[in-house]
């Protein structure tokens, strides 16, 4: 049985424009990036989450990615796939494949737009775990689907066979402590993992202070090492040096949802060297006036910037 603990990447796809005024994934760039993952010391990857753009993925692109992920990792960290989405049979249709081509684990997100009540989320999340028969770590991200999901529904969901965790990004430290006290205490003493990650990189800290397993990041695209260390630093008691590195990370934290994720993450990648690229509509590229401020946090880290700004001429979709 995997222990999903630690900071996990939530990884961008990168792509590249082909010169016919369509955006197509880098693959090689892929393979870079989870290299550069590795050699960083994440503990996992979570690819095809909101932060690759998944919504806007072909189910072949989806499998290849995946494919490419696995044939990299071979095994060395946890690779958790991205599967959900607002509809229950798509959802377990791309679980099951995600367990049919070896990944590790599934991230299912709330239903968004249909805005479900707690009985349709829970007997969604049901339905999924029990055709899919694979682990499951929920995502509760209410600023993009509409729905949160309570401690006390999230104690019902937790009972449920193959649900092993949850990315908590309510943005509610109170929600975030019950959780951890009353949902993943509760299956500890019956002797059942549960996982509670922080889904927000500004949150990380005090989740992992209230006694959290870790992180899947946005930043850490970035700054793998820098993530790892913060949490490793928490995980062994030395919450001084996790605090150190906390603020000196949130100048990038900040800057990197300065616009809609991963709009600002794709750029900072593109700007220092590594596969980042432009991105499928309906996002479009970074605005000019948030250019200094996300200047400003890489230049805070030391690096270096070798070209500025996204070409925003207007690209077709695939």
């Known amino acids: 049985m995997i222990q999903f603990k630690g900071a996990y990447t939530a990884l961008i796809t990168p792509m590249r424009e082909n010169g ?20 960083g010391g994440i503990d996992g990857l979570v690819p095809l989450g909101t932060t690759g753009e998944s919504p806007v993925l072909e189910r072949d692109e989806q499998d290849r990615l995946i494919q490419i992920a696995l044939e990299v ?20 249709e791309n679980t099951k494949r995600a367990k049919a081509l070896g990944a590790d684990a599934a991230l299912v997100v709330t239903p968004y737009y249909n805005k479900p009540n707690d009985e349709g989320l829970i007997r969604h999340v049901e339905a999924v775990a029990h055709e899919a028969d694979f682990p499951i770590i929920l995502y509760n991200i209410a600023s993009r689907t509409g729905k949160n999901i309570t401690a006390p ?13 949850v990315k908590e990004a309510s943005g509610d430290v109170n929600q975030m402590g ?7 205490g509760a299956r500890k003493a019956e002797g059942k993992a549960f996982a509670v990650f922080s ?16 992180i899947i990041s946005v930043i850490s695209n970035l700054v793998p090492g820098k993530v790892a260390a913060l949490v490793r630093a928490c995980g062994a008691g030395n919450f001084e040096e996790g605090r150190k590195i906390h603020y000196e990370l949130l100048p990038l934290i900040k800057a990197a ?19 980042g690229g432009p991105l499928r509509l ?5 605005d000019q006036q948030h250019e200094a401020p996300l200047r400003a946090a890489l230049a805070g880290l030391g690096m270096e910037i070798r070209a500025v700004g996204i070409d925003p001429a207007t690209v077709k979709v695939l």
């Not at 529904?153 to 965790?165: K, T």
């Not at 019950?178 to 993943?184: G, W, Y």
Request: net charge negative.
């Open 20 to 39: 016919r005024g369509v955006v197509e994934i880098d693959y090689d760039g892929f393979r870079r990036l989870i290299n550069f993952q590795l050699e």
């Open 73 to 92: 990792v071979k095994g060395r960290v946890p690779v958790i796939i991205g599967t959900g989405s607002n509809s229950t049979k798509h959802t377990i």
């Open 153 to 165: 529904v999230m104690e019902r969901l937790s009972r449920i066979p193959h649900i092993v965790g």
């Open 178 to 184: 019950d959780i951890i006290r009353d949902v993943a």
């Open 199 to 214: 889904g927000d990189d500004a949150l990380t800290l005090p989740l992992l202070a209230l006694g959290g397993d870790g």
């Open 257 to 275: 949802f300065i616009e809609t994720n991963p709009i600002p993450i794709k750029t900072a990648l593109s700007w220092v060297g590594l596969p």
């Open 282 to 286: 309906p996002l479009g590229p970074l």
